[in-house]
């Protein structure tokens, strides 16, 4: 491997060689050397998935025919022994890194970060990402889609912006900075601000993503012809919400009328037909608390049928902007010359728990939706008015074979899909490949195929030490022995550590004590699908891999453990943007503010008020939201009256409204009273007075929405939250002056 010219990035200003005489005629120039990639480096275009589990994809034996993605795995390389993390946060923040995600901070996502050296979600600047590495080596680097690594308290207009896509080394971002959004209506960031959705009809994001990564691969190669480029790739999908055009979800309905039990057995069957798990390999039993299929009455069967296959038809509808983006790069005569890796950040989900959903807000407030509930909206199911998950049963099948879910230590978690395309540097295509890899050694393949060495500095910090292992190796041969020797798991209490072909294994059940939990022991290099538990066979060697666990938590930053998920997003004691004030004061015409950038509402009692100029009756809009289509309160003019609309997760609305404004200038607003958990009453106000009685409304418990979603001045940036009273942004026709917002005793 050729080492990089500069083992401290970035280099140093060149000195100037030429020389200065009185005027040009006698003088000499020495222009400042441009930078060049090392002979042979190819462009790098890595795909991430979220929440596809190994039993998916077609060409892992799974349902879902993504034929764009098949056509890779034929051209290229199929890995069956490749792990990530888990969840999706600490496996993006792995990638990017090439360390171990709680030796970055990333124990878990940025929403329930923690106060931790591994778990603060401060991603260090001695962990200089890929990206950052690659651009002062000569690439051009660009990030199009899921972000999810910048702690949620800097996801704001007000940055700091160095741990956003651009201070972390990309030179251009498009996408979204939380977990997740809503596919027809997402919360676009551009570089550092904050976009409208394009008004398109047909909108989507997938569809919208493979658009922006043309764009910028084309406006990139027909400039700076000869300079390769780093393409991050993160698609939103299949995280949910599954979002889709209702053609593509046709495209599989009535595949699985014969439900997830028989699917595991149909999925498994096929792996062993195309090799990609041994001989003899054998299904686990059923998930903790999965129902047989057989015991569903058919009410459940249907609407759990149209809820897998409108996952499928998600992926599937990625897989063919994913197909877009190839065969422009095809078009452009690069395809031969580009490393292509596409992975999953976990396994399938198991968040949509026993029926699935219709609302993912309603998991986030422990409110779940039942089955004839749902079914009502059968035929709306992926459309603009649902935002669905799936049961966990068919996370369970989409792992298959392995156990268990996303968020697990055991391998239904954190054993994912990788195809590895590069026609000018493979040459087995087609070919399977064993060997035991990891996340984190994704980052020095990359650095080894584009001829650079791991820096000892970056910005005047000093790096420290890369925790992957390249795994180029693998390019050529599947005889290889695996290099790697061991590797950690930890996610939200449960453990694991994988040595030599064992591993030691522990499920844990929040709440409960650690010194409790069971551990299991597999050999897995013989016992594929983690069936045989040789715990007791073997008790010294199991001992002796949990030793090696704690020693490996110690290294790694990954105590305390932390077996907390809602309660460690609702922490009081988090570094919050905004000082403490009498009165915060918001302005139309700027990005939305996010909820955790913002004072805590929600059960909390507070005023808003608003300073508008009515120049007729006529004029009316939005004034200011906090939430979306899912869940929060609208406060707006409509028929020359002001209304206060609270959205309790599309259970209930309630609806207070106003008297007739009056022309001209006024003050507006609304006044609530929390009364306990998930209750409270409202009245208006009008140039301070109260309007009526208060009125009781019913709150979220927990959450409103999306945290990015936020706080929104003079019209709606996503789906509104009052949508049975006006659709779009809904622009407030009038003078919009500013909104206060007053908290109360």
């Not at 034996?61 to 199929?78: D, F, N, S």
């Not at 160095?162 to 209506?185: A, I, V």
Request: aromatic share 10%; proline share 8%; net charge negative.
């Amino acid at each position: 491997m050729t080492a990089s010219r500069e083992d401290i990035l970035p280099p140093n200003d060149p000195v100037f060689g030429g020389v200065i005489g009185t005027s040009y005629k006698d003088s000499k120039p020495d222009w400042p050397p441009v930078q060049r990639p090392a002979k042979g480096a190819p462009n790098i275009l890595v795909i991430l998935l979220d929440d596809l589990g190994f039993g998916q994809l077609s060409c892992y034996g799974g349902p879902i025919e993504a034929p764009h993605m098949a056509k890779l795995a034929a051209g290229g390389l199929q890995y069956n022994n490749f792990h990530t993390t888990s969840l999706c946060s600490p496996s993006r923040a792995a990638l990017l890194t090439g360390r171990n995600h709680h030796s970055v901070g990333f124990a878990a996502i940025t929403e329930i970060a923690s106060g931790y050296p591994g778990s603060n979600a401060y991603l260090p600047k001695s962990a200089a990402t890929i990206a950052e590495v690659l651009k002062h080596n000569g690439y051009a680097t660009m990030c199009v889609g899921k972000w999810h690594l910048t702690p949620t308290t800097q996801s704001t207009p007000a940055g700091p912006f160095d741990r956003w896509p651009l201070g972390l080394g990309f030179e251009r971002f498009y996408g979204f900075m939380p977990g997740e959004t809503d596919q027809w209506h997402p919360m676009l960031t551009c570089d550092n601000h904050r976009i409208p959705v394009p008004d398109k009809p047909d909108y989507h994001l997938s569809v919208d993503l493979a658009d922006q990564a043309i764009r910028m691969i084309r406006e990139q190669q027909q400039v700076a012809t000869g300079r390769p480029f780093f393409m991050y790739l993160p698609f939103a999908a299949p995280h949910a919400p599954f979002q889709v055009p209702p053609e593509w979800i046709a495209k599989y309905h009535g595949q699985f009328d014969h439900g997830w039990d028989a699917q595991r057995d149909i999925t498994l069957a096929k792996q062993i037909a195309l090799g990609i798990v041994p001989k003899g390999t054998q299904l686990p039993p059923r998930n903790p608390a999965i129902a047989e299929w057989a015991s569903l009455d058919d009410d459940a069967k249907r609407l759990y049928a149209r809820l897998q296959e409108t996952f499928c038809g998600f992926v599937d509808h990625c897989d063919a902007q994913i197909g877009r983006v190839l065969d422009a790069l095809a078009q452009m005569d690069l395809m031969d010359d580009t490393l292509i890796l596409l992975l999953s950040d976990n396994g399938a989900s198991q968040e949509g728990q026993a029926h699935g959903t219709l609302n993912t807000e309603r998991f986030r407030n422990l409110m779940p939706m039942g089955v004839q509930e749902m079914l009502p909206h059968l035929d709306k199911i992926g459309g603009h008015d649902t935002d669905p998950h799936y049961p966990a049963g068919w996370g369970m099948a989409g792992n298959t074979p392995f156990k268990r879910w996303k968020r697990d230590t055991h391998r239904g978690g954190n054993t994912d899909p990788l195809i590895v395309h590069w026609p000018r540097g493979i040459a087995d295509k087609g070919a399977l490949r064993s060997q035991y890899h990891h996340i984190t050694d994704l980052y020095p393949t990359l650095l080894e195929v584009a001829q650079v060495n791991a820096p000892s500095a970056v910005n005047g910090i000093a790096q420290m030490p890369l925790e992957g292992i390249s795994l180029r190796y693998t390019f050529d041969s599947n005889k290889v022995p695996t290099v790697k020797r061991v590797q950690y798991y930890e996610m939200l209490g449960s453990r694991a550590l994988w040595c030599d072909g064992w591993m030691a294994v522990t499920w844990h059940e929040p709440g409960t004590d650690w010194a409790q939990d069971t551990w299991e022991l597999y050999h897995q290099d013989q016992d594929f699908a983690q069936c045989n538990n040789l715990a007791e066979q073997h008790p010294d060697k199991l001992q002796s891999l949990i030793a090696d666990w704690w020693e490996q938590a110690k290294l790694h930053n990954v105590l305390p453990l932390d077996d907390r998920l809602f309660l460690r997003a609702l922490d009081p004691n988090k570094p919050v943007t905004a000082l403490p004030q009498a009165i915060y004061t918001y302005w139309p015409d700027t990005s939305p503010v996010p909820m955790t950038a913002m004072p805590a509402l929600l059960n909390r009692s507070h005023r808003v008020t608003a300073m508008i100029d009515m120049p007729s009756p006529d004029a009316q809009g939005l004034l200011v939201a906090l939430g979306g289509s899912l869940g929060g309160w609208a406060f707006f003019v409509k028929n020359g009256r002001a209304h206060y609309v609270h959205n309790c997760l599309r259970i209930k609305h309630f609806k207070v409204s106003s008297l007739p404004l009056p022309m001209g200038p006024c003050q507006v607003g609304f006044e609530l009273r929390s009364t306990g958990k998930g209750l409270a009453q409202v009245h208006l106000l009008l140039n301070g007075v109260a309007q009526g009685e208060p009125q009781p409304i019913e709150t979220a418990p927990m959450a409103y929405s999306a945290v990015q979603e936020g706080l929104q001045i003079g019209k709606h940036w996503g789906p509104a939250v009052a949508y049975q009273d006006y659709a779009g942004s809904f622009d407030f026709t009038g003078t919009l002056d500013r909104v206060t917002l007053e908290l109360l005793a």
